[in-house]
């Protein structure tokens, strides 16, 4: 009798284990959003403080995918994301004219910086614009590493090479790591060279690790850094978590997300990493 009363036990507690594991499956569906993001937003750290938030405001919760902007959208094209979180303007609007996107909104922004060793052997401190700055380092044959992964700092690099009437390609001075931005940094570090990076990034990994380069170049109109939000079109993808797209979508041009960002790094710095830019006109 007793052997039976153990047997029926564990048939009990395995039916409730079976219970509780089939509910997950389906409720893990419905409330996981997977975001691609820039590896800009990861490294930063303001990922880490956004998404606990929208996670305990929502009951979703968020698989992260640091990404470039480029890949960011290759896997939205694929329906391989619900939300995308990116800082490529002009392949955006490529993104949202092949339908791929819906409702995309501006969600902040910060700059780019030319980075550079402190010995700066291509003598670009301060120059006036990009353009006479990677003119200098060409003519100097000083190292520049390119992240050459389809992110939207590489974007924004190949348009600064062609607005100074150059292309880099398959010079020795050029080299390309295929990395994200902050294993780049780290790249440029340890072999001392120059690199466009954004500030978010740059300062956040210089605090946590002296990386040795300086700010060479900055404040240049054509430096600006714009993010967006963009939710996959489920026209295209109906599997996608749409609802969950648009609860982060919404989230992160909120008021409350947005004060966050408009302070996220000013206790650090002295100024924030980003600025708040919801609701303004582009």
Known sequence: MKRFAKMMSLFAALFVLTAVASVPSGWAAEKAVILATTTSTQDSGLLDVLIPMFEKQTGYFVKTISVGSGQAMKMGEKGEADV????????????????????????MHNDFILLGPAGDPAKIRGAKTAADALKAIAASNS????RGDNSGTHAKEKGLFKA????????KWFQQTGLGMGETLNVAAEKKGYLLADRGT???????????????????????????VIEVNPAKWPKVNSAGAKAFS???????????????GKKEFGSPLFFADAGKPE
């Open 250 to 264: 919404d989230f992160i041009v909120s008021k409350k997300a947005q004060q966050v960002i408009s302070t996220f």
């Open 202 to 228: 740059y300062l956040a990994l210089n605090k946590k690790a002296h990386l040795g380069l300086e700010i060479m170049v900055q404040g240049e109109p054509k430096l600006l850094n714009i993010y967006h």
């Open 164 to 171: 100074a009437g150059m292309n880099p390609e398959g010079q």
């Open 84 to 107: 995308l979180l990116v800082h490529s303007p002009e392949a955006e609007k490529t993104f949202m004219a092949g339908g791929f996107g819906v409702n995309r909104k501006l969600v």
């Open 143 to 146: 190292l520049f590493l390119s």
